[in-house]
């Protein structure tokens, strides 16, 4: 069965930082680009952040690029988060996921679909 | 970035209606389109991918359609348990970007 646990959110303060972890199993996790998405309370998903299958392409969205950074450990099964200058409005609810993507090495579209329960991230003074 | 545009924000339906959301791309995303369900307090459930292919397991009340810029789900005959929010993802270029979300309610 495959599952995706984050963890790692707490209550931390404006300017604060914060580092979440998703450790992952039941399916190959070397072999899949991973995704963070997260979610204000009562807002929209948001797409925060790509990294390849071997950490050597990573994206951000625009409203964390140059605070967040992605990066995996392929054997330890886990993947991070860490976020620097937390702002209020980064208060959310981040998943860790698979969404579907190019995978370049294979010339193939990659369709799985894995999601993990969540972490919630509180920013307030 | 491409922006996606889903509409509408919120609709109210009863059981056995049929249901249809829209979600517009800023530029042309050939069919790199999935749909989302989203229940209170879960994770999104993944509908469909690929504009039109139905994952595993979904009922085929739900389908999508659509290519290039303009792009639909459709619920046939609403049931209790579709209530829920709905957004459309765009995949492509390596940037992913969700819809506003649709929540359908009980009318």
């Known amino acids: 069965e495959v599952q995706l646990l984050e963890s790692g959110g707490d209550l931390v303060q404006p300017g604060g930082s914060l580092k979440l972890s998703c450790a992952a199993s039941?399916?190959?996790?070397?072999?899949?680009?991973m995704t963070w998405v997260r979610q204000a309370p009562g807002k929209g998903l948001e797409w925060v952040a790509f990294i390849r299958d071997s950490g050597s392409r990573i994206q951000h969205g625009d409203s964390v690029k140059g605070r967040f950074s992605t990066f995996r450990d392929n054997s330890r099964d886990t993947l991070y988060l860490q976020m620097n200058s937390l702002r209020v409005e980064d208060t959310a609810i981040y998943y860790c996921?698979?969404?579907?993507?190019?995978?370049?090495?294979?010339?193939?579209?990659?369709?799985?679909?894995?999601w993990g329960q969540g972490t919630l991230v509180t920013v307030s003074s | 970035d491409i922006q996606m545009t889903q509409s509408p924000s919120s609709l109210s339906a009863s059981v056995g209606d049929r249901v249809t959301i829209t979600c517009r791309a800023s530029q042309d995303i050939k069919n790199d389109l999935g749909w989302y369900q989203q229940k209170a307090g879960k994770a999104p459930k993944r509908l469909i991918y690929a504009t039109s292919s139905l994952q595993s397991g979904v009922p085929s009340r739900f389908s999508g359609s659509g290519s290039g810029t303009e792009f639909t789900l459709t619920i046939s005959g609403l049931q209790p348990e579709d209530y829920a929010t709905y957004y459309c993802l765009q995949y492509s270029n390596y940037l992913w970007t969700f819809g506003q979300g649709t929540k359908v309610e009980i009318k």
């Open positions: 996921a698979v969404l579907p993507y190019y995978d370049l090495r294979s010339g193939y579209y990659i369709y799985s679909d894995y």
């Open positions: 039941g399916f190959t996790f070397s072999s899949f680009a």
